[in-house]
């Protein structure tokens, strides 16, 4: 190798480059691996939780936070998070809702099985989505122009 840290042609400059690759498929510090998983643990922080304001059974009189399964009759669910309030009425088989304040988005719903479904509002802020035929739990996620959240898993 040459001594002043720079190759003296291209056969000691590959091997000094497969020395330096050698040397990093060595092991990893655990403390490097920490910090690495730490950090995409953050990589979706702007998409803020979004906080379930209010539960609707339609069989019931009055509103009531759950997070049981739901059962035969539509479901109305109010969020809120990152400036946005989303109101959806969730049935077997769609999620009908309306986005606050009214403007374009995408609405995902998002099954436990990775099965998506999406809608786009309308100039009312209004969309139907398709709910994905998986059972389970699900969760919604918002994308605005300025914003975005993700709801919380729901048992549906």
């Excluded at 040397?23 to 910090?35: D, H, K, Y």
């Excluded at 389970?136 to 300025?146: A, N, P, Q, V, W």
Aim: with cysteine; hydrophobic share 40%; net charge negative.
């Amino acid at each position: 190798m040459a001594s002043a840290g720079w190759a003296e042609n291209d056969d000691e400059l590959m091997a000094e480059i497969k020395e330096a690759l050698d040397s990093a498929a060595q092991e990893v510090p655990l403390r490097m691996l920490e910090a690495a998983k730490a950090a995409f643990a953050w990589r979706s922080i702007d998409a803020e939780l979004a906080r379930l304001e209010l539960f609707t059974d339609s069989d019931l009189d009055d509103p009531v936070l759950v997070r049981g399964p739901a059962g035969p009759t539509p479901r109305l669910l109010v969020f809120e998070g990152n400036g946005i309030r989303l109101e959806v009425e969730v049935s077997s088989k769609t999620v009908v809702g309306q986005l606050y304040p009214i403007g374009s988005g995408l609405i995902s719903v998002i099954c436990s099985s990775g099965e998506t479904s999406e809608a786009r509002t309308d100039e009312m802020g209004c969309f139907i989505a398709n709910r994905p035929k998986s059972s389970g739990s699900m969760r919604l996620r918002c994308d605005t122009e300025d914003a975005s959240f993700v709801t919380d898993w729901m048992m549906m």
